[in-house]
């Protein structure tokens, strides 16, 4: 008998015996179980009692681990349903920031120290900005709103020339609600229809099954363009919408690759607007990038700007001071003549379909909305189809010297230092995910979802669920104090750190126990229905 399946070798070790690593996520994965846990230490400032607890990785739709992708898709569906064919109108109060969300907060605070300690010391704060970033976008995405720092600027004040121009669309008289009209039928029964519109972007060559029939007469740099800026076109267009429709419409949105790599969204849409009317709008809709100009590029290769200490970039030849985000900006204000650096349409396949509330119809769309949002916009480079790949390849480059944003170390290039310009900034080598291989040009949300949807954010979702859970399992889910515990990270290599393996493995446990217990609930559930069931019939 071997030590492994000897009874009596403690079970935690023959739980770390080496177990191949994938077989354990294999089992990990059928249990949907988390495959990446992300370890934290929790202290409970009530005991005193640390222990080190694996939080699911599971933040976001684009998890390269398939259980909690499954888990967010699922909860996203549960969300579109929930608001799609709202009969009373959404009260939205400020949430309280439960555990998680004050984690992230935390997280936060303590990613900002040991970034100003590194720049302190001169050091790299690259990936720590990039970090920095990602956890707010997660901690708007954990459901609350604004910047943790607050605003720290004054927005600028744009001046008219810059102003987006308003197209020409009926513009009907706002009433304040946000839920579509009801139709009532020769029956007497009550409609309520609503809309599923799928937006595309125009075409920059013909393409033959995701690849262009001639890639050197397909335009990559506006494909790249579009990309980049696609959510704002996706804002306008709710703005344009809202006002011709009248009313306050709240939608639920995804935004997935088509097999060109263009980003397209599919859209529900509460309520409904004759199919002319929402064609002119999609038709109507453009949004104009007022960004400096990138026709000229000023410095590459060896010839790059040098930052000085108290000046910014300079010149290497001449000395000048090159001119900031904002200088760059207010020229561009000045310059009567000046054209937006890129217009943004949408394409003219829109598709729209009517949908009523409770059919088949409609549960369909829900699945189709949420079907390839695990899917990443960059899946065609690990494709053996050569053509794809290349195209792939070919819209990557043409990102690369694409500025993604006004902080983008891009703009070196083009002579303009970028906004919070800092040492050290390369121009083709920011590490914005819009110019990564997983995101070729989009790096917004893959689920768009309007405030007034549901009355719920994905967390109350999430903590549905939670109660269904723990009210089947007949525990009482006593709502925890959230200034309880202080979370902190666990770096690799800790000492109380179990192997990825174990911890694995116990998660798959409690997850089967837990299983167990919810069947053999169901069970009794299904004898006590069956009794009542022969009891009336005897
Ligand atoms: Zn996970
Ligand atoms: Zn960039």
């Known amino acids: 008998m071997t030590a492994a399946n000897d009874r009596a070798t403690p079970r935690a070790v023959r739980m770390a015996?080496?177990?191949?690593?994938?077989?354990?996520?294999?089992?990990?994965?059928?249990?949907?179980?988390?495959?990446?846990?992300?370890?934290?230490?929790?202290?409970?400032?009530?005991?005193?009692?640390?222990?080190?607890?694996?939080?699911?990785?599971?933040?976001?739709?684009?998890?390269?681990?398939?259980?909690?992708?499954?888990?967010?898709?699922?909860?996203?569906?549960?969300?579109?349903?929930?608001?799609?064919?709202?009969?009373?109108?959404?009260?939205?109060?400020?949430?309280?920031?439960?555990?998680?969300?004050?984690?992230?907060?935390?997280?936060?605070?303590?990613?900002?120290?040991?970034?100003?300690?590194?720049?302190?010391?001169?050091?790299?704060?690259?990936?720590?900005?990039?970090?920095?970033?990602?956890?707010?976008?997660?901690?708007?995405?954990?459901?609350?709103?604004?910047?943790?720092?607050?605003?720290?600027?004054?927005?600028?004040?744009?001046s008219t020339k810059r102003r987006q121009d308003a197209p020409d669309l009926p513009k009907r008289q706002m009433i304040k609600t946000t839920l579509g009209r009801t139709f009532t039928g020769s029956d007497g029964k009550v409609y309520r229809p609503s809309m599923f519109v799928t937006l595309t972007l125009p075409s920059y060559g013909r393409v033959l099954e995701g690849?262009?029939?001639?890639?050197?007469?397909?335009?990559?740099?506006?494909?790249?363009?579009?990309?980049?800026?696609?959510?704002?076109?996706?804002?306008?267009?709710?703005?344009?919408?809202?006002?011709?429709?009248?009313?306050?419409?709240?939608?639920?949105?995804?935004?997935?690759?088509?097999?060109?790599?263009?980003?397209?969204?599919?859209m529900a849409i509460r309520g409904t607007l004759p199919r002319a009317e929402l064609r002119q709008i999609i038709a109507a809709t453009y949004h104009q990038v007022w960004w400096p100009s990138t026709d000229t590029v000023r410095f590459e290769g060896d010839h790059l700007p040098v930052w000085e200490d108290g000046a910014g970039y300079l010149d290497p030849e001449t000395g000048e001071v090159l001119p900031t985000w904002e200088q760059a900006l207010d020229k561009l204000d000045q310059d009567d003549e000046a054209e937006p650096l890129h217009v943004l349409r949408f394409g003219d396949q829109a598709d729209i379909k009517g949908v009523l509330a409770g059919t088949p119809d409609a549960d369909q769309l829900i699945q189709y909305l949420s079907k390839y949002l695990t899917k990443s916009l960059g899946d065609a480079l690990g494709t053996d189809d050569p053509r794809r790949k290349a195209h792939a390849e070919r819209l990557l480059d043409a990102?690369?010297?694409?500025?993604?944003?006004?902080?983008?170390?891009?703009?070196?290039?083009?002579?303009?230092?970028?906004?919070?310009?800092?040492?050290?900034?390369?121009?083709?080598?920011?590490?914005?995910?819009?110019?990564?291989?997983?995101?070729?040009?989009?790096a917004g949300r893959r689920v768009l979802v309007s405030r007034k949807w549901s009355n719920k954010t994905l967390t109350e979702h999430k903590q549905d669920r939670r109660t269904w859970v723990l009210e089947a399992l007949g525990v009482e889910d006593a709502p925890v104090d959230p200034h309880r515990y202080v979370w902190r990270p666990v770096k690799p290599g800790d000492p109380d750190l179990a192997p990825i393996g174990v911890r694995l493995l116990r998660s798959v446990h409690e997850r089967q126990r837990w299983r167990n217990h919810l069947d053999r609930l169901q069970a009794e559930a299904d004898g006590r229905v069956l009794s009542a069931i022969e009891g009336r019939a005897a």
């Open 399 to 442: 990102l690369r010297f694409e500025p993604c944003a006004p902080t983008c170390p891009n703009w070196l290039r083009y002579g303009v230092q970028p906004k919070g310009a800092k040492p050290g900034m390369v121009p083709g080598r920011c590490r914005g995910k819009a110019h990564k291989p997983d995101h070729l040009g989009y």
């Open 17 to 158: 015996m080496p177990l191949a690593r994938g077989v354990v996520e294999e089992i990990a994965k059928q249990y949907g179980v988390c495959i990446r846990p992300v370890p934290l230490r929790r202290q409970d400032i009530l005991t005193g009692q640390v222990e080190v607890i694996d939080v699911p990785c599971g933040a976001t739709l684009e998890s390269k681990c398939p259980p909690c992708a499954k888990r967010n898709r699922q909860l996203r569906r549960a969300q579109c349903r929930e608001g799609w064919h709202l009969d009373h109108e959404p009260v939205n109060l400020p949430d309280n920031a439960d555990e998680y969300q004050r984690h992230l907060v935390e997280l936060r605070a303590d990613a900002q120290t040991w970034r100003d300690e590194v720049e302190k010391t001169g050091g790299d704060t690259t990936d720590l900005d990039a970090a920095i970033v990602d956890l707010d976008e997660e901690i708007n995405a954990a459901g609350m709103r604004g910047n943790v720092l607050g605003r720290t600027s004054g927005k600028r004040s744009r």
């Open 211 to 266: 690849a262009p029939l001639d890639p050197d007469r397909y335009d990559y740099a506006r494909a790249a363009r579009d990309a980049l800026h696609f959510s704002k076109l996706v804002d306008r267009f709710v703005q344009n919408l809202r006002r011709v429709a009248g009313y306050d419409v709240q939608y639920f949105a995804t935004v997935e690759p088509q097999k060109r790599l263009a980003p397209h969204l599919h």
